[in-house]
C-alpha cells in the first residue's frame, strides 16, 4: 500500500514507538499511585515526554503540557473554559468540526472571519473586522484539507492587542510547522499524537497559558484526595483518571524522533514530494489541483478534483490500486465552503516523513489510470 493519508493519523511511524507501546504494556503501571518501581516509571515516563513536548514547542513549564486522548478533547477543554452560551468567538474560515461543532455545542455566536485560499492578508484583515468585542478567538495552524499555512503569527499579535485569547488548532501543522507557544502569546494550543507527532492513536497534547482552565472531566488524579474539587494547579487539573501510558511512552518516542529529524526538514521532505506529485499532474486537464503558487504557504497536504469523476469514487478507485487518500469533506465544511468546494468535495493527498518518491510517482500513475 502507498499510504498519502497522513493528515488523517501517521501510519508509518519510527520503530521505537511501536517497540516503546509494548514495552511499557509489559513494565508500566500507573503514574502518581503508588512509590513502587512499575509506578515510578511511569511517572518519570510522563515528566521526559512533557519534557520533550515543552522543548519542541517552547513551552516554558513542562505542567503546561497537559495529555489528551486527541486534538478534539483539548479544544474541548479549551473552548469550554473560554467561551459560554451566546459569547462572540472569531474563527477561521478554515475550522474542523473540532472547533465548529464545540462551539455550536456550546451555543456561541460564532463569527467567521472567512478569506479566500492561501490569501495570508485577506485572513489577517479578516480577523482584524471581525476581533472587537470578541470573546475568544480560533485559528488552525494548517488546513487540513487545503494545507493552508494560516499566518498564525500575525492573527496571534491582533489579538493580544484586542485582548482576546486565542486558540490554535496545530492539529494539521504539529511535528512540521514550527509552533512558539510562548511567543505566541496564545492561550491554548491543542494537537493530536498520533498525526505529525507519530505517536499512536489515542493520544493529544493541550498547551495551556496558565492554570485558570474548566475541566472538561472529574475525578481522582492521585493529588490532593481528600479535596472533593479538582487540584488548582496544571496537569492534574486537567488529567483525571488513568492515563494512557503506552500511548504517552509511542508518542513520547515520536517526538524523540522529530527532535533529532527536527520539523523543519521533515516539512522540507513533504513539500518536496508533494511539489513532485503536482508537477507531475499539472499538465493534466482533468486535475484540479488547490495549490498555492507560493512554496511558503503550502505543508505536505494537496486536495485535487478529478473532472468528470465523483471524489469518493476516485478515491475508491486509487485505493483498488493500491492508493490510501482521503475524499469528502475531511470533517471540515466550514473549510469547503470558503474554498467554494462544499458541494464536490475534494480527494486529498497527505505526504509524511517516510514516503519515498518512487511512491508518489507510482500514486500519479494511479490517477492517469483511473482518469483513462
Known sequence: MIYLDC???SFQKPAAVNYAVSEAMRTLSSPGRGGYPSA????????????????????????????TSSATHGLNIALRSLVG????????????????????GIGADVRVAASPLFAPEAAVEAFRAKLPG???????????????????????????DADVPLVVDASQGAGAVGLDFDGLGCAFAAMPGHKGLLGPQGTGV???????????????????????????????RL???????????????????????????VLAHEKELLGVFSKALEGEKRVKLFLSSDPALQAGVLSVQMNGLDCEEAASR????????????HCAPLAHDTAGTLGEGTVRFSFSPFNTYQEVMAAV???RKILN
Open 7 to 9: 493528515a488523517a493519523t
Open 40 to 67: 515510578m516509571a511511569a511517572a518519570e515516563l510522563l515528566l521526559d515526554c512533557r519534557l520533550a513536548l515543552a522543548d519542541l514547542f517552547c513551552v516554558k513549564d513542562p505542567e503546561q503540557v497537559v495529555f
Open 85 to 104: 452560551p451566546g459569547d462572540p468567538v472569531v474563527i477561521s474560515g478554515y475550522e474542523h468540526n473540532a472547533v465548529w461543532r464545540t462551539l455550536h
Open 134 to 160: 470578541a470573546k475568544a478567538a480560533v485559528c488552525t495552524q494548517v488546513s487540513n484539507v487545503f494545507g493552508y499555512i494560516m499566518p498564525v503569527r500575525e492573527i496571534a499579535a491582533l489579538c493580544r
Open 206 to 236: 493541550l498547551l495551556c497559558r496558565d492554570g485558570k482552565i474548566t475541566p472538561l472531566f472529574f475525578g481522582g488524579t492521585g493529588s490532593v484526595s481528600a479535596d472533593p474539587a479538582m487540584p488548582d494547579f496544571l496537569p492534574d
Open 239 to 265: 488529567e483525571p483518571g488513568t492515563h494512557n501510558v503506552p500511548g504517552i511512552a509511542g508518542l513520547l518516542e515520536g517526538v524523540k524522533w522529530l527532535r533529532r529529524k527536527t520539523p523543519a526538514a
Open 318 to 329: 486509487l485505493a483498488e490500486r493500491g492508493v490510501a487518500v482521503r475524499a469528502g469533506l
Open 365 to 367: 500513475e494511479a490517477v
